[in-house]
């Protein structure tokens, strides 16, 4: 079992904003970041370390943490957003890294 | 910019050994910057991290599969590879070679290739 936890699941109407957690002990101590995987496609890193845009990733990704949560914000949702999203960090033993189950992003 | 590209047999009989090769370009395995890692994810299900090599050639291994993997490097060739032994059908998955940072995030995949195990 992962040692970060998403919901399953999440619906964002176009335009809006969404927020998706990753929760975890190991969060409180190691940078969280965020991955976008389309269907067939590998994943993209989106956000590293806690609150860094890779160049080419809209400024509407925004990451943040709180306590043991981490979140990933999407302010004004596009269609292309649809997507899973994965969170990773590492262990909580610091040793290695581990990734959430992933969320399902859906854009109404 | 980095690119990664994983080879190996789509098809693996159980009980075999699972070998895959990532061939890095645009940038050396031996730049003591990054990890080089292996991810994988089963049909419909989420990302596995197996495990990494440093330029050093140390090496970490998520626990639950330790006994199973070795991934190793071949500087000359500028590739690092993947060996899973004793598969079985749960090892059925794509698979990912992805250049790791020392904050445990990965930044360039391969385009993954999907390993099949059946007799």
Redesign the interface.
């Known amino acids: 079992s992962?040692e970060l936890t998403q919901d399953p699941a999440v619906s964002v109407a176009l335009g809006q904003t969404v927020r998706i957690t990753c929760q975890g002990d190991s969060v409180r101590t190691?940078?969280a970041?965020w991955?976008q995987q389309k269907p067939g496609q590998?994943?993209?890193?989106v956000i590293?370390?806690k609150n860094n845009r890779?160049s080419g990733i809209p400024d509407r990704f925004i990451g943040s943490t709180s306590g043991s949560t981490a979140y990933l914000t999407i302010t004004g949702a596009q269609a292309e957003d649809e997507a899973d999203y994965?969170c990773?960090?590492?262990d909580s033993s610091g040793?290695?890294?581990?990734?959430?189950?992933?969320t399902k992003l859906t854009v109404l | 910019q980095v690119q990664l590209q994983e080879s190996g047999p789509g098809l693996v009989k159980p009980s075999q050994t699972l070998s895959l090769t990532c061939t890095v370009s645009g940038g050396s395995i031996s730049s003591g910057l990054y990890y080089w890692s292996w991810i994988r994810q089963p049909a419909g299900k989420g990302l596995q991290y197996l495990g990494r090599i440093y330029t050093s050639g140390s090496t970490h291994y998520d626990p639950s599969l330790k006994s199973r993997v070795t991934i190793s490097m071949d500087t000359s060739m500028n590739q690092f590879s993947l060996s899973l032994s004793s598969v079985t059908a749960a090892d059925t998955a794509m698979y990912y070679c992805a250049r790791g940072s020392t904050s445990s995030w990965f930044g360039s995949w391969g385009q993954g290739t999907l390993v099949t195990v059946s007799p």
């Open positions: 992962s190691y940078y970041s991955y590998a994943p993209v890193v590293f370390a890779p994965y990773n960090s590492r040793n290695y890294a581990v990734f959430g189950g992933g």
